[in-house]
């Protein structure tokens, strides 16, 4: 298990740090903004500047490269899950003006989408596998699903707007 040093940066944000095995350091500033700077550097006996690189990051990019360093294990075993014909494993990540922002999940087989599964909703740094229909949803969490292509679409449409895709038949109207 890695040490983690957490230190908090009054009006700037907080800053976590860790040694590498080869005895290196790199940490993580996570600005009060949203955006994040990562940082590599020598030992602070070494005292020399040249070893120093920092990497400023969005917020977007910052998770996805947690995701990169992060997720692999859990990609890993996805993508073998993935290979199994009419099963589709995918991500929601839940923006401040979706639908499912701020509700409760609920049951998408009441709304027509039977044989699709909340996997799990990942909140920040833990994960809440199997989540209720009572589970209140917020901007910022992922939700992972598992079921048909087709379903994990119509759950999409619904988690975005609160209206089930439907698909057209010959005799509808166009529109």
Do not use: C
């Not at 120093?52 to 360093?69: G, I, N």
């Not at 996805?78 to 099963?87: M, N, S, V």
């Not at 929601?92 to 039977?114: E, K, M």
């Amino acid at each position: 298990m890695v040490d983690v040093r957490r230190v908090k940066l009054p009006g700037v944000g907080v800053l976590h740090t860790f040694v590498t095995a080869d005895g290196g350091k790199a940490g993580v500033i996570t600005h009060r903004s949203g955006h994040s700077d990562l940082i590599t550097f020598a030992d602070e006996e070494d005292g020399s500047d040249s070893n120093k690189v920092s990497l400023r990051l969005s917020e977007d990019e910052a998770h996805t490269l947690a995701e990169l360093l992060g997720g692999t294990r859990i990609t890993e075993g996805l993508d073998k899950l993935d290979q199994i014909p009419g099963l589709s494993i995918d991500w929601f990540t839940v923006d401040y003006d979706d639908h499912i922002a701020g509700q409760q999940l609920g049951n998408l087989a009441s709304h027509g989408v039977v044989g699709l599964t909340v996997v799990a909703v990942v909140r920040g740094d833990s994960a809440n596998p199997a989540p209720a229909d009572d589970f209140k949803v917020f901007p910022g969490d992922t939700l992972v699903v598992a079921g048909s292509p087709e379903k994990v679409a119509k759950a999409f449409t619904f988690y975005r707007t609160g209206e089930m895709a439907r698909k057209a038949t010959a005799d509808s109207p166009q529109g």
